[in-house]
């Protein structure tokens, strides 16, 4: 059985006071291959999916959507005998625009708020990496802020030739705060994190592709996904979750030390005057 130990962990009480923060129409929804209506499920029978949406938001995460990725995590370690592989997807066209502004201006702009947040995410997005499953984000529309940081705990990313990737944290008076810095390292090197996380520019699909931050580009992006996960569904799940753990456990022996000390730089920084103007310059409705 696989068991990680991170450095950065939610608290029982983060937990419950971020679920209080959110509505019925944010979600995070677990499909299983076994019991799924969505449309690959019959071409992809090791295949679990993660769906969130917040229509009013672009997606962005709710506190309460923080906590049901957690629950989603449990949901799937439950079901890990008949899984090879898990998808992230946003809804509507979009991926995902961060964290809930509105909720974060009201409920998390302390820097007690802030760092309860970054436990939670980073908690569980490390946990998402750590599954031993192959996991792919499946991007449309727009990543930003969080929603960046969300699209680098997957092992890869499919993103359609329209979508968009914006690391926009600087701009905010911040780090990212949900472990996306040390993971978006791993991924693309040093010089394009700091290129990225510095000039906050929007990245295309194409800049994507050619820095090796997705791996496929594509107008349709359900085939994309199916063409590039189906030989991952051909392979017994207990062999492709023993080579997805021994890849993980050969990349991330440091990796969790790297992750607490960016937890820290974005509690130092969130909450702060130049974070609590980025908060205000957003219009509340
Ligand atoms: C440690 C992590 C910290 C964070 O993640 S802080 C959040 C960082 N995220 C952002 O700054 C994203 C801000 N949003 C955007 O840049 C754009 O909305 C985005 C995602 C590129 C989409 O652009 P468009 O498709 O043109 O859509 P739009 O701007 O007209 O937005 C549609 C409606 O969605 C809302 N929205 C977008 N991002 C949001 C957010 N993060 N929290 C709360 N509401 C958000 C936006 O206000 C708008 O609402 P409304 O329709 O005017 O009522």
């Given amino acids: 059985m696989f068991l990680r130990r991170f450095s950065v962990l939610s608290r029982p009480s983060d937990m419950s006071s971020l679920r209080s923060l959110g509505t019925v129409h944010d979600y995070v929804?677990?499909?299983l291959p076994s019991s799924s209506s969505f449309s690959w499920a019959s071409s992809l029978?090791?295949?679990?999916?993660?769906?969130f949406r917040n229509a009013s938001a672009r997606n962005a995460f709710s506190g309460?959507?923080?906590a049901e990725l957690h629950d989603a995590i449990d949901a799937i370690e439950c079901s890990l005998p008949s899984l090879s592989c898990v998808v992230l997807r946003g809804a509507d066209g979009h991926f995902c625009a961060g964290a809930d502004i509105r909720v974060?201006?009201?409920?998390?702009?302390?820097q007690e708020g802030g760092a309860a947040m970054s436990r939670v995410m980073t908690h569980a997005l490390s946990r998402l990496r750590g599954l031993p499953l192959v996991s792919v984000a499946v991007l449309e529309g727009a990543a930003v802020g969080g929603g960046a940081?969300?699209?680098?705990?997957?092992?890869f990313r499919i993103m359609k030739t329209s979508a968009k990737v914006a690391f926009v944290h600087a701009n905010m008076g911040v780090v990212p705060g949900w472990g996306g810095a040390a993971r978006l390292v791993k991924l693309v090197g040093r010089q394009?994190?700091?290129k990225l996380l510095?000039?906050?520019?929007?990245m295309d699909a194409k800049k994507a592709l050619e820095i090796g931050f997705a791996d496929v580009i594509a107008d349709d992006i359900e085939a994309a996904t199916i063409e590039f996960l189906k030989p991952f569904n051909e392979k017994e799940p207990h062999v492709m979750q023993g080579l997805k753990r021994a890849v993980a456990n050969a990349?991330?022996?440091?990796?969790?030390?790297?992750?607490a000390k960016e937890h820290e730089i974005f509690q130092e920084l969130w909450g702060g005057p130049a974070n609590i103007a980025a908060l205000d310059r957003h219009r509340t409705k």
């Fill in 29 to 31: 929804h677990l499909h």
């Fill in 45 to 51: 029978p090791h295949t679990a999916l993660i769906h």
């Fill in 64 to 66: 309460k959507m923080m």
């Fill in 104 to 110: 974060a201006k009201t409920h998390l702009s302390s």
């Fill in 149 to 155: 940081e969300l699209t680098t705990s997957c092992d």
């Fill in 192 to 194: 394009q994190a700091l």
């Fill in 198 to 202: 510095g000039r906050t520019e929007k």
């Fill in 251 to 259: 990349d991330d022996i440091v990796f969790d030390q790297m992750q």
